[in-house]
Each structure stands twice: as C-alpha cells, then as structure tokens.
C-alpha cells in the first residue's frame, strides 16, 4: 500500500524557531511537494523537487527552504517560524512524467507558532 | 498559466438527495483533470481522474464526473449522497506536458440527516 508519512501531525512553535518538516515516501516516486493548506485558499505550492537535490519554488517560496538529500525524503524547513506560517502542511508525492499521475499525499502537520 | 474554480465554497445538503459539485479550468494547453476527496484530519486521496477516452468517469463509491471541453468543466455530481460524503473535495488539473497540479480551493460538503 502506498504511503507518504509526515514526522507530526500537530507541532507547536515559538516565534523565530526554526522549524523542519519530515516527509517521507515509500513508493520511489521521483516528485515530491509541499502545500500549505489555509481556509478558504486550497491548497498553495510552496516548493517541489522532481529529483535528489533538485528543487523549485512554488507558488508562496518566500519563508520557507526545502532539502531533498535522499529521493524518498524531502524536508521542508522554516527558517525563521512567524505567526502568518501557522497551517496546515500537506506533503505529496508523484511519478515523474506526462502520465498524469495523481499525487498521494501524507495526512498533513498541523503547525501553530505562538 | 492555468487555474481551477470551485464555483461553490460550500454545500450542504440532506442525506439521499443529489449533488452537485462545481469547477471550472482555465488552460492554454490540454490538461488532465482529477477530484480529491479529503475526510476530517486526514490527507487528500484521490476520487477519480479524467485523462482521456469516455468524458465521463466514475468512483468506486458512486460519484462520477463529467469532462466539458467547450465549457472547460469537470463537475462532480453524486445522485444519492450518505452522511460519510460529508468531506472537503478539491478539483486539480495538471498539464499534460508537466507535472505541477493546480488544486481549486476546495468546497466542503455537508451531509446532513
């Protein structure tokens, strides 16, 4: 069974912590992404990684930087957590290529900074 | 540059009656269409998919939708719903020659006994 796993489901920061969220996928999909997921706005792009150590920004980049080291691993990192950062994170993963594959995605990290 | 409309923010409606769930696309190039269905505190996980063949495709749990080229929709519609539809559901459309989704910013339904 196909899984997308995220390292929390409901994580509490402070105010200029830096904060990293895990994903990881077992399917040895070559995508990977992040969303966040606020009320009212969908879901919105923060970056994707289509190989090891690629990387491209997403639609809402700004604030955030990402680590793909291994190919089932991609990290999303907050450098510096602000209030207007707390949301829900969603993390997903694909096969690569014009198939129109249908992304799978983890159960999300519910993340609020104080 | 493409973009999903979710024509309703939310629905409600009574248990056993129709629904109807709206999205419209806009795309200079051909795009693949899916719904995604996501429960209380969970994921998003996949309904159904159009990607080419019958304009009409259905899920396994009774909901189908329809692919429009001229009026560029793909509505989801489901003729008899349960309490358990009660979810937020997400239209996407992806380019064929790439692999980014654009996801609409989703309509909650609202089953109600």
């Known amino acids: 069974d196909v899984k997308v796993t995220q390292s929390s489901r409901y994580l509490v920061k402070r105010t200029g912590e830096k904060v990293f969220l895990e994903c990881v996928q077992d399917?040895?999909?070559?995508?990977m992404f992040w969303y966040r997921q606020d009320p009212g706005l969908g879901l919105r792009l923060i970056y994707f990684?289509?190989?090891?150590?690629?990387?491209e920004k997403g639609d809402i980049p700004e604030g955030y930087s990402v680590s793909r080291e291994k190919k089932e691993r991609f990290s999303l990192i907050l450098e510096s957590a602000s209030t207007n950062q707390t949301s829900m994170y969603l993390c997903?993963?694909?096969?690569?290529?014009?198939?129109?594959?249908?992304?799978?995605f983890g159960p999300g990290t519910r993340l609020t900074v104080l | 540059a493409q973009s999903v409309t979710q024509l309703d923010s939310q629905v409600p409606v009574f248990e056993e009656a129709p629904v109807e769930l709206r999205c419209n696309y806009s795309?200079?190039?051909?795009?693949?269409l899916f719904w995604y269905v996501q429960y209380p505190n969970q994921g998003l996980q996949l309904l159904l998919k159009?990607?080419?063949?019958?304009?009409l495709v259905e899920s396994i749990n009774g909901f189908e939708a329809e692919f429009n080229k001229s009026q560029t929709s793909f509505h989801l519609r489901k003729p008899s719903v349960h309490i358990s539809d009660t979810a937020e559901y997400f239209c996407?459309?992806?380019?064929?020659?790439?692999?980014?989704?654009?996801f609409g910013d989703g309509t909650t339904l609202t089953v109600k006994p």
């Open positions: 997903a993963s694909s096969p690569s290529g014009t198939g129109g594959y249908e992304q799978f």
């Open positions: 399917m040895d999909h070559e995508n």
């Open positions: 990684s289509y190989d090891v150590k690629m990387k």
């Open positions: 795309s200079s190039v051909s795009v693949y």
């Open positions: 159009y990607l080419s063949g019958s304009t």
């Open positions: 996407a459309v992806i380019d064929t020659n790439a692999g980014k989704s654009t």
